[in-house]
Structures are given as structure tokens and as C-alpha cells.
Nanobody, 119 residues
Framework: QVRVVESGGGLVQPGGSLRLSCTASGFAFRFLDMSWYRQAPGKERELVAAVRSGSGTTNYADFVKGRFTISRDNDKSTLFLQMNSLLPEDTAVYYC????????????WGRGTQVTVSS
């Protein structure tokens, strides 16, 4: 069982920055594919950014390219999402997802952290 816990959300003004963190325990972190999703009220959960295990390859949703940066620290079993130039439409609950590939593919989710962008 992998336990996933997000932190770092809060209230920020438009144009501001926040850094989200996600810790995953119970499995070797370096072997987990990690990603951030978000869900705004009344909308479906959507992928924000992802980083693969091993290669560290990243990919981003178009709506965050150039503003958000995903990174991971395998030694600290922690995933980060640096969010800059925040917009009101970035307001959502942000979820961390961890996926283990072996021996079977299983996805684990955190409970989310609220990000509110408002003046």
C-alpha cells in the first residue's frame, strides 16, 4: 500500500506563486510514476503535470506550460509542483497520484490540497 499526502495549498493573489509538495511512502519512491491532477468545482479531474520514474521525463497540460514546473526528489520521496503566474482559473483541489508498475499497475491518490487564486 502506498500512502500519498499532499501539502502546500492555500490562498494566493493572481500573479502569485505556490509550491505544492507530495510525499509517497510504502514503496520505493524512485520506481513510482508521479503526477499532479486538479479538479475545480463542477468540473472533471484533469491532468496538470507528470514525471516518470527512471527517465524523469515530464509532460504538462497546455494550460500550465511555462507557468508550472513538476519535479521530484527521490532521496526525500517527495514530488513538487512549483506554480507561478497563478490565475483565478487555477483555483481547484490539487491531487497527487502515484502509480506503481510492478508487479501490477496500481494507482494511489492523495486526498488533495486546496489552491485558491483570488484577490
Amino acid at each position: 500500500q502506498v500512502r500519498v499526502v499532499e501539502s502546500g495549498g492555500g490562498l494566493v493573489q493572481p500573479g502569485g506563486s505556490l509550491r505544492l509538495s507530495c510525499t509517497a511512502s510504502g514503496f520505493a519512491f524512485r520506481f513510482l510514476d508521479m503526477s499532479w491532477y486538479r479538479q475545480a468545482p463542477g468540473k472533471e479531474r484533469e491532468l496538470v503535470a507528470a514525471v516518470r520514474s527512471g527517465s524523469g521525463t515530464t509532460n504538462y497540460a497546455d494550460f500550465v506550460k511555462g507557468r508550472f514546473t513538476i519535479s521530484r526528489d527521490n532521496d526525500k520521496s517527495t514530488l513538487f509542483l512549483q506554480m507561478n503566474s497563478l490565475l483565478p482559473e487555477d483555483t481547484a483541489v490539487y491531487y497527487c497520484k502515484a502509480v506503481r508498475q510492478e508487479p501490477v499497475v496500481i494507482a494511489y491518490w492523495g486526498r488533495g490540497t486546496q489552491v485558491t487564486v483570488s484577490s
